[in-house]
């Protein structure tokens, strides 16, 4: 299958002319090998090659030696060897000598060394609509940070073929496979991680069924701030809800390997004394994996529209986490306690930062925009800056400046 161009590719490239080893970290089947393969000179797969494992028993150095940048894939199979590499680093005096991929974090070791200033971290999700060529890139997330107005031609997208994205999600071997294989791949996915993952990263047992449980709790609750004892007593079951600790523990297994990804609340400078809410939205890593954990399909997305808007606005966070990364941006939610909201808050280092609504409809922009004016006339921009953009979020059609200044924004034309 021929490499389709991943918005991490240069960022990569980057942290490598700066750093003697970067870190890929991401989830399972998001394409961090291909990518990693992209500029790597050499290569070892820790986790299959048999005479790299003999090796690593005798001495561990020997699956450094080889053309630079030298990858190893799945390296937290072995984590010991991320001190070997990071003295061969110390030794060598340059940057650019391995790129890891790991599809898990593992456990702290007081024996393992932080990495800093050996080591840049590159977080690599699944793939965006543009990445998948589902978005004509036309309208810049850069260039609207920046103030531009947005401009594109219309370019629709289907209800239909919005929920058949959201089902097959952005794993890069999906792009081939018809919906239903793409669907079944998907379920078999999760089925892997309740079953082997979670207990191999976990270090002893965790109910599949439990976890089953709570996947489906957490996929039902997609997009919202559902609180851990709603979680807990879905997961429960008929024996009555988990102990907090127990969900706690689940969730933080399921971060670590990626599954699961939370959206902060974002904390600005208010002139009121409007008292925030912290709650962070709950979002699976890619919005497919929430769909395979409810057993939905296209058609039950396409006659479910509130399931299917939740599931839109995770599909619209991804893309942005993906699209701000390289801008050093982080993606928040924002919420007040007289439950004014904001969808999306990219904030970026340098203090720039953007306000989004995610609407599944055209007929629901004039609610978007109502509701980003009213959130910006809260905003002491003295002390947070004037936002970049204030958008609209929608599938598709065209992309265009309202007279009241808040920008449309179809996803068939973001990019980076």
């Known amino acids: 299958m021929t490499y389709r161009r991943r918005v991490v590719d240069s960022e990569l490239r ?218 807990a007593a879905d997961a429960g079951g008929d024996y009555g809800p988990l102990a907090h600790n127990t969900v706690v523990d689940y969730l933080d297994v399921l971060e670590r390997l990626m599954v699961i990804e939370n959206q902060p609340a974002w904390s600005p400078h208010l002139r009121s004394r409007t008292t925030l809410r912290r709650s962070a939205k709950r979002h699976f890593i890619d919005p497919s994996l929430a769909v395979a954990a409810l057993g939905a399909t296209t058609d039950r997305l396409v006659r479910d529209f509130a399931a299917l808007g939740l599931l839109f606005e995770s599909l619209v966070v991804r893309d942005l986490r993906v699209l701000a990364q390289p801008l050093d941006g982080e993606v928040f939610h924002y919420r007040d306690k007289s439950d004014l909201e904001v969808d999306v808050i990219v904030q970026l280092r340098d203090s720039r930062w953007g306000a989004f609504e995610v609407k599944l409809g055209a007929a629901r922009i004039d609610e978007g925009a109502a509701s980003l004016l009213k959130f910006a006339s809260k905003i002491d921009n003295e002390l947070t800056g004037e936002p970049g953009i204030l958008g609209v979020i929608t599938p598709g059609g065209y992309g265009y400046v309202r007279p009241d200044g808040v920008a449309v924004i179809p996803m068939t034309a973001l990019g980076p």
């Open 14 to 231: 980057e942290r490598l002319g700066a750093n003697g080893a970067v870190l890929i970290e991401g989830p399972k089947a998001c394409g961090k090998t291909e990518t990693a393969l992209q500029i790597a000179n050499s290569s070892v797969m820790l986790d299959v090659d048999v005479q790299a494992k003999l090796a690593l028993a005798v001495d561990p150095s020997l699956v450094l030696e080889g053309a630079t940048p030298r990858l190893l894939d799945e390296w937290q199979e072995y984590p010991s060897i991320w001190n070997e590499v990071r003295r061969t680093v110390d030794l060598r005096k340059a940057p650019g000598q391995f790129i890891l991929t790991g599809s898990s974090v593992p456990n702290d070791d007081a024996n393992r060394h932080s990495g800093a200033g050996r080591f840049s971290i590159l977080k690599m999700r699944p793939m965006t609509m543009f990445e998948t060529g589902h978005s004509a890139g036309t309208i810049s997330l850069m260039r609207l940070m920046e103030g531009e107005s947005p401009r594109s031609k219309q370019r629709d997208l289907s209800m239909a073929d919005l929920a058949d994205l959201i089902v097959r999600g952005g794993w890069p071997r999906h792009l081939e496979l018809s919906s239903r294989a793409a669907a079944r791949s998907v379920r078999d996915y999760l089925d892997n991680i309740r079953h082997v993952d979670v207990q191999r990263v976990a270090g002893g047992h965790r109910d599949p069924e439990r976890l089953q449980r709570l996947l489906r709790s957490l996929a039902r609750n997609v997009a919202t701030e559902v609180a851990i004892d709603v979680l």
